[in-house]
């Protein structure tokens, strides 16, 4: 039998209800025995970690983390902790999670569900099948970059400054997991940035160039400015598979191809460090792409399927189990085409369901499945 140690941090607004729902398949799981057993500690992270001990993630939870094999994160923010000091606002816990476990490594895949094609704001032969991958370096740029600062002159004025940073070894990391990802999937990597601007653009396509000469000249490589990849994600998103990008471009450009797959309520993400030399096992965060969506929270009409498709994610890349994450993703697709939708990918004559009535139908697919 192997325990993995999971850290359930639910945190703000929706990330809540959802995170009842990924207990719901952890549960079922369980119910169906088998070689994998789950150790879930719970924690708060975000406002509701401000609220109960004045900071975002205690150092308690940041040594559960530490401890556990995959944390995964629900959403965090809300207008309640909108006055709240920049410096300990929710999404600072979040923030310090994936710098402090150096989780540079953000996967975010885009995939429409044949189900969802038409729920998308795009044509329905935009987006019919779908499948890209968009890898966000998430702890480098301008997310972290110093300086990182509003300063008042000696007019009177204020200057606001935030720093892109990035080094050959952060960009070269990254690329090479673009590479790997890519080689394993169609084989062509882009990479969008903005070297006719910025500095570190020039050295991001520099970077990429030499990494891709050194370490995998079999992938197809395309450069592509940022701006422009943005708009040929809305034009023709399926000349796409693997996108890698910074941190602030790759938050921008996810979005944008979450929407693709119908609902941001469908994308899931994983963030992993580096392997570790002594285990080879790497640090990794699992989380929806969307946020906490205070507008809707505490009603039960949230779409736990990012959610649950990131804790497949944590099955495949932290538990070793790929088996049991293909069918979770499987019962996702079924119930989908079963005609279960929650309000945010309803379509008319389907079946409209709250967050628990999904996750309750997909537990109940994975049940069968595995039966
Ligand atoms: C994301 C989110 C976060 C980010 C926020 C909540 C800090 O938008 O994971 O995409 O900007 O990285
Ligand atoms: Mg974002």
């Not at 993995?4 to 929706?14: S, V």
């Not at 970690?49 to 994160?73: L, N, P, R």
């Not at 069918?327 to 005609?339: F, P």
Request: charged share 25%; net charge negative; hydrophobic share 45%.
């Amino acid at each position: 039998m192997t325990t993995h140690k999971l850290l359930l941090l639910p945190g703000d607004g929706i990330g809540v209800e959802i995170s009842r729902e990924v207990e719901r398949v952890i549960e079922t799981l369980h119910g169906l025995g088998g070689a994998n057993s789950f150790e879930v500690e719970i924690d708060l992270v975000g406002g509701a970690a401000i609220d109960a001990h004045g900071v975002a993630v205690t150092e308690e939870a940041i040594a559960k983390a530490s401890d556990a094999d995959a944390i995964i994160f629900g959403a965090v923010g809300g207008p309640k902790w909108d006055n709240v000091p920049y410096e300990i606002r929710p999404e600072a816990g979040l923030l310090r999670l994936r710098k402090d476990f150096d989780l540079f490594a953000n996967l975010r895949p885009a995939i429409c569900y044949p189900a969802l094609a038409e729920a998308s704001s795009l044509k329905r032969e935009l987006v019919e099948g779908l499948d890209i991958l968009i890898l966000r370096e998430l702890t480098g740029g301008t997310y972290f970059g110093e300086p990182k600062e509003i300063v008042t002159q000696e007019n009177g004025e204020k200057r606001a400054v935030d720093t892109t940073v990035y080094t050959t070894s952060e960009i070269e990391r990254i690329v090479k997991v673009g590479c790997d990802l890519a080689r394993k999937r169609s084989g062509k990597l882009h990479m969008a940035a903005k070297w006719n601007v910025m500095k570190s653009g020039v050295l991001w396509r520099d970077v990429t160039v030499a990494t891709h000469q050194k370490h995998a000249p079999d992938v197809e490589l395309e450069l592509i400015l940022a701006d422009n990849c943005a708009m040929q994600l809305i034009r023709n998103p399926k000349q796409f598979d693997v996108i890698v990008t910074d941190n602030l471009f790759g938050d921008v450009l996810s979005d944008e191809a979450a929407m693709m797959t119908g609902s941001l309520g469908m994308l899931p993400s994983a963030s992993l460090g580096a392997p570790d030399p002594k285990t080879g096992k790497s640090k990794a965060l699992y989380e929806p792409v969307h946020g906490s969506a205070p507008d809707i929270s505490g009603q039960g009409l949230a779409n736990p399927i990012a959610m649950i498709a990131s804790f497949a994610m944590a099955l495949r890349y932290s538990c070793d189990m790929s088996s049991e994450a293909d069918i979770i993703e499987t019962a996702i697709a079924k119930v989908l085409d079963n005609g279960l939708r929650t309000a945010d990918i309803m379509q008319s004559g389907l079946t409209k369901v709250g967050t628990e009535q999904m996750g309750k139908a997909i537990a109940a697919e994975i049940q069968s499945a595995m039966a």
